[in-house]
């Protein structure tokens, strides 16, 4: 990263053809004045709605201080602009969560497994994809303890070596075999009822449809296997260990939702753990967003005064700002944190649509793709020289005092000095800093936290202390006094807010229209 030949360490101005990467260095008073001249114009020409600030997760898990932190408390002081928004990561399963419980709920602490009698790792793959702290560790824990472990991929993955089974099923046809293996629960009087008449509402319409009652297709083993490539026997046998086995955690992970219709897979992960009773249970799990996402021991910076105007899909921004018609044209671009033209499908319409617009500022500490397009280049700083506080990846109980390591590589400047220079040409430079630097900010911030701070900045990390946090365990324990923000106060099975997206009202399987395949070749992207 400090060494690459693509480090930019100087401000940059286009010099030539736009997507030629020719560029000529300039000082830091010329490149912030000209971007400030440049958004003042765009603003009190065409309004706020022609600016799109387009951020991704660089550097984002720390206070507002860097990456798309500073940026967007930026642009909170500046007006009400347009933003890219949604989770490349997660969209279908935050969609279904927000569905089927209200809310993002976060999931229990993984030292909760070691009490699982059973773990099924539905396209999981602890072994390379973390997904919260030591994972692997607690799975292996839980199974030295006892727990049989079953993997459910397309792959023979390297969390293999965790697994006691493994279930080979064809991508993108969860939902099905989900189906049958509630069809089988159903069948076999495995279902947990008394759980579900309390804590679910609309669950009749999904095992209609489980019968066939519906559409008059009963979703049996054989129906399923026509479709999973999961043989009838072992949909059969993982359905009865799944609903007798308890406690048992269901861990989705987020591969199975990554694809059209892909909020049903997530949907019937959580149906089938409402189903088993194992929803608030510890070693069982809401088979849902899986990491754990709170607030943490420590706050971040505060906004401005102004929301975004409007948003565009992170995914489909090129497509939606270059669309006939499209209201208010985007005039300008600020990209922070994201290599938007990689990061984005279609690579090319969102070269090509970038290359179209009025202007295109980058901040980055690279020269990337993105960067190749734009008229100004802001070189950011990277993580090892500047200071920040760092949430744990995926688990909110730890925090890091990442302190800087190096001095600032030739003319890098941190994302809070870039933004806060810019908001006092723009004329709220008092209202953004607060009159605070970074150091006097990570003070503050420490400050007002119930923590030991001058441990952390000596040992570098602190932990909450608490005992492991189970999921829904208040929900579970009385669901009239911790009600979900659904309208009925429990999950809801039967979504219709769905149907506004095309899906339908259950988590039903929904078949990929694709192109016929040449023999041999049974997967597709």
């Known amino acids: 990263m400090l060494t690459s030949p693509e480090r930019v360490l100087t401000p940059l101005l286009r010099d030539g053809p736009r997507g030629s990467g020719r560029f000529r260095p300039a000082s830091w008073e010329e490149a912030l004045d000209a971007v400030a001249e440049r958004l003042r114009t765009t603003l009190e020409r065409h309004g706020g709605e022609a600016i799109l600030h387009a951020y991704g997760a660089g550097s984002s898990g720390g206070r507002g201080l860097s990456g798309s932190g500073a940026s967007r ?24 969560a927000r569905w089927m419980f209200g809310d993002v709920i976060p999931g229990s602490d993984r030292e909760t497994l070691h009490t699982s ?40 993955t390297d ?3 965790l697994a006691d089974r493994w279930i080979p099923i064809r991508p993108g046809t969860d939902a099905a075999l989900a189906a049958a293996l509630a069809y089988v629960m159903e069948r076999e009087g495995l279902v947990d009822r008394a759980f579900l008449a309390r804590y679910t509402a ?31 026997g072992t949909v059969v046998d993982l359905a009865r260990e799944y ?42 799990g809401e088979a ?4 754990r996402w709170g607030a943490g021991p420590v706050g971040i910076l505060p906004g401005g005064p102004y929301a975004p105007a409007r948003t565009v899909a992170k995914w ?44 295109v500022v980058v901040q980055d500490p690279f020269l990337t793709p993105t960067a190749r397009l734009a008229d100004v280049v802001l070189p950011a700083c990277t993580d090892l020289e500047r200071s920040d506080l760092v949430s744990a990846w995926g688990h909110d109980a730890y925090l890091y005092h990442s302190q800087q390591a190096l001095e600032p590589a030739g003319e890098t400047r941190t994302d809070y000095q870039i933004c806060a220079a810019l908001a006092e040409r723009l004329g709220f430079g008092p209202e953004y800093t607060q009159g605070r630097s970074e150091e006097e900010w990570l003070a503050a911030l420490l400050a007002e936290a119930d923590l030991d701070a001058d441990r952390l900045r000596r040992e570098g990390l602190a932990r909450e202390p608490h005992g492991a946090r189970v999921a829904l365990a208040e929900f579970r324990a009385d669901p009239g006094a911790h009600p979900l923000r659904t309208p009925s106060g429990r999950v809801e099975i039967h979504t219709p807010e769905a149907e506004a997206y095309g899906l339908p009202a259950i988590p039903a399987y929904v078949p990929v229209e694709r192109e016929p395949r040449e023999a041999g070749y049974p997967l597709a992207l």
């Open 316 to 359: 489909t921004w090129a497509a939606e700002i270059s669309a006939p018609g499209f209201p208010s044209p985007i005039r300008l671009v600020y990209v922070v944190g994201t290599n938007l033209i990689n990061r984005s499908p279609n690579t090319g319409l969102n070269a090509r649509v970038l290359a179209g617009l009025d202007y």
């Open 288 to 291: 849902s967003v899986g990491t």
């Open 73 to 96: 408390r930026l642009f909170s002081h500046l007006a009400p602009v347009t933003e890219t928004a949604g989770r490349f990561s997660d969209h279908c399963t935050v969609t279904a």
């Open 159 to 161: 969390s293999g070596v």
């Open 117 to 156: 009698r059973l773990i099924i790792l539905w396209g999981m793959n602890p072994a390379e994809t973390i997904m919260g702290p030591n994972t692997p560790y607690h799975i292996a824990e839980a199974r030295d303890r006892g727990a049989r472990v079953v993997l459910i991929d397309p792959r023979y």
């Open 243 to 284: 609903a007798t086995t308890k406690p048992a955690a269901l861990l989705p992970g987020w591969a199975p939702q990554r694809g059209l219709y892909g909020e049903q897979a997530p949907r019937a992960c959580i149906t089938l753990a409402c189903m088993t009773g194992n929803l608030g249970l510890p070693g069982g």
């Open 202 to 232: 609309g669950y009749d319409r999904y095992r209609d449809y489980l019968l066939g009652a519906s559409d008059g297709v009963a979703k049996t083993p054989a129906w399923a296997a026509a479709i999973t490539g999961v043989p009838e």
